[in-house]
């Protein structure tokens, strides 16, 4: 369990404590874990993440920076020269302004008692390894079957052979053992038992090996021999063990140690010579378990490079975002502001504005500005996707998970691990999905789709709607804990309309790439136009912009401006609904609605470039009635 507590200046400390939290975001916005409200601490400062027992704490690149202070030691943690500092209990945390920093005092309590004391029966440091191994290669019957072992090994990279040959001969040569266990990095452990010829992976919690005798060995870096296991400690994976004496000693050094050979025995107990032989033998093979572990570094990376590609692959390439976000006006300048502010930290943004504002170009901005800006950065509209499809899409699933899975296939999440990833419309998710997504941004884990086993991942959530989410959440639409996660720090787009003085800006971005595109050249768009389109309200924002461009560049005569007259009628008249003027009733009211329905019809579709999902949703119908009405006036693009 970890407690901090929290010291600003002359108030009453406060104290906050956090026992299943893997990830402590600590920053003055109020979606933070541990909300500081000091103007000398960033919206997102830095985080404390749990790996093990041990908590690690990383600076989001703050505007002020921190400190460790351990002691006389000060450690500077500022994201940059230093990523991740180990916290240990006593430290204390200083964070913003060093000559008058916020204080947070760190206290870690363990989670069981380590109270092994009474049950240790020798121990030896890793520093004798060498000499010990030394003396094991001195005996010829012993060398010759260890250099036999380590010819097999070298080399290979097949992580369950090799262990199982290692675990084999712990067995034939200590005679009392019962089975032999790697204790991984993380909570993955293999097993080989007497009598078996194959090792297995085992993923339980509580682990198949006393935890407490593993965590004292790799923190201490020492050989630990036991003898009376249940007689004296409170850890759990006690319980579940039939083993009465063990031994544990740590591969690798004591600042990368990456993992535990740990031997189990249910009769007599081990001897100091059974404990010198496994650390020798762990001096020997630490190098092999080292090589492993880097091969499956390499592999994993193959495989996040061939799903990225995969994944980029799949897309359709997208020719109808800016290159750069166009504008000059007070209300783009004010957004520009607040990009500068996050772009180079981790909070979850959440983007808010009208259809066709542009809240896909303002997500990949943040991304292409920001530390993640070499990995992936993927995107998904949650309104374009049934919940199933767009379930397994995010989380992944496994094979057999549902009719049609016919492999294990990665969800975004996992494709973009290490970047971002952009939930369009997520005011669309429903409420199973919602519950889920809440998970990744509290645990920080995916369970992909037929699976049990939660995978970590650590993306960046960039995350837009048009719905007000606040008004959902009211009305029980909406998890609340769930918007308060992802508004941590909310960006509104202001609509066309709201920034007029932007729109020959656009205009003219515009007509510089089509024209290209096109192969057409114009000289330009005149003033009466671009008066015209000044004073249109653009219901359908830069995207309905956009397509008028398009447009009014292919009626146009080449070499000449752009004039009103290429303009579409409802732009041209100020009004969009004066495409077509409605002609005076005949008497029947059916008739006439109809005429006017068809022409409100005409004018979303165009304004949405006769996009239908995005028209249904600007004229608060479903996309089913909207099809029925165009089969009903025979209403299709050009």
């Given at each position: ?461 960039i995350a837009a709607t048009h719905r007000d989410l606040r008004a959902e959440v009211k009305e029980g639409t909406f998890r609340e804990d769930l918007f308060y996660r992802i508004n941590v ?139 029925v009405k165009l089969s009903k006036y025979e209403l299709a693009p050009d």
């Open positions: 369990m970890l407690s901090l507590t929290l010291q600003i200046g002359n108030r009453e400390p406060q104290i906050f404590r956090f026992s299943s939290e893997t990830t402590i975001s600590i920053g003055r916005a109020p979606g933070n874990d541990l909300p500081v409200s000091d103007s000398r601490i960033s919206a997102l400062h830095g985080e404390i993440s749990r790996s093990g027992v041990k908590y690690n704490y990383r600076d989001n690149q703050s505007t002020n920076g921190s400190l460790v202070l351990r002691g006389q030691e000060r450690i500077l943690v500022d994201g940059k020269s230093s990523a991740w500092q180990t916290l240990n209990n006593g430290d204390i945390l200083l964070l913003g302004d060093v000559d008058n920093p916020v204080v947070l005092q760190v206290g870690i309590e363990a989670e069981f008692t380590d109270n092994l004391e009474g049950t240790i029966v020798a121990h030896r440091t890793m520093e004798t390894a060498a000499e010990l191994s030394h003396v094991l290669l001195s005996n010829n019957q012993e060398s010759a079957t260890l250099l036999a072992l380590l010819n097999r090994v070298g080399g290979q990279s097949d992580i369950q052979w090799v262990f199982g040959e290692v675990a084999q001969y712990l067995l034939n040569q200590v005679q009392s053992a019962a089975r032999v266990v790697l204790a991984g990095r993380d909570d993955s452990s293999w097993v080989l038992s007497r009598g078996e010829t194959k090792a297995e992976q085992v993923d339980d919690n509580p682990p198949p090996y006393p935890r407490v005798l593993v965590q004292r060995a790799k923190d201490s870096g020492e050989a630990i021999l036991c003898s009376d296991l249940n007689s004296g400690s409170g850890d759990k994976s006690m319980v579940r063990l039939i083993a009465q004496t063990a031994l544990a000693v740590p591969l690798g050094g004591l600042r990368d140690t990456h993992g535990a050979l740990v031997l189990l025995g249910e009769g007599s107990a081990f001897s100091e010579k059974d404990l010198e032989l496994a650390v020798a033998l762990a001096f020997q093979v630490s190098g092999c378990f080292e090589s492993l572990r880097t091969i499956q570094k390499l592999r994993a990376v193959e495989r996040r490079l061939r799903d990225e590609n995969r994944y980029l692959r799949e897309q359709s390439p997208s020719d109808s975002t800016f290159s750069d976000i166009i504008g000059d006006s007070e209300a783009i300048r004010r957004v520009f502001e607040y990009l500068k502010v996050v772009m180079n930290t981790d909070a979850t943004v959440l983007v808010t504005g009208e259809t066709g504002t542009g809240k896909e170009l303002i997500a990949r901005a943040l991304h292409s500005n920001s530390g993640r800006a070499s990995r992936l950065f993927a995107a998904v509209n949650c309104a374009a996707l049934s919940e199933n499809l767009l379930e397994s899409e995010l989380f992944g699933h496994v094979k057999g998970a549902f009719t049609g899975a016919h492999e294990n296939k990665k969800g975004l999440f996992q494709v973009a691990d290490k970047g971002s990833l952009f939930l369009d419309e997520i005011g669309e998710l429903s409420g199973n999905l919602q519950a889920k997504l809440l998970r990744v941004l509290q645990e920080g884990e995916v369970t992909p789709v037929g699976s049990s086993r939660p995978l970590k991942v650590d993306v960046r959530i720090f909310p960006i509104h787009i202001p609509p066309l309309r709201d920034r007029p003085t932007d729109i020959p800006l656009l205009a003219q971005y515009f007509l510089d790439r089509y024209s290209k595109k096109f192969g057409k050249s114009v000289a330009g768009i005149s003033e009466r136009a671009i008066a015209a389109l000044k004073s249109y309200s653009f219901p359908g924002n830069i995207r309905e912009l956009e397509n008028e461009i398009q447009r009014a560049l292919l009626l146009a005569s080449t070499g000449e401006n752009i004039c009103v007259r290429e303009l579409s009628d409802h732009v041209s008249g100020g009004s969009p609904l004066s495409a077509q003027p409605v002609a005076a009733p005949s008497g029947k009211l059916k008739e006439t609605m109809a005429q006017l329905e068809r022409q409100v019809l005409l004018v979303a579709l165009e304004g949405n470039g006769w996009n239908r999902s995005e028209t249904a949703r600007q004229l608060g119908i479903s996309r089913q009635a909207l099809m």
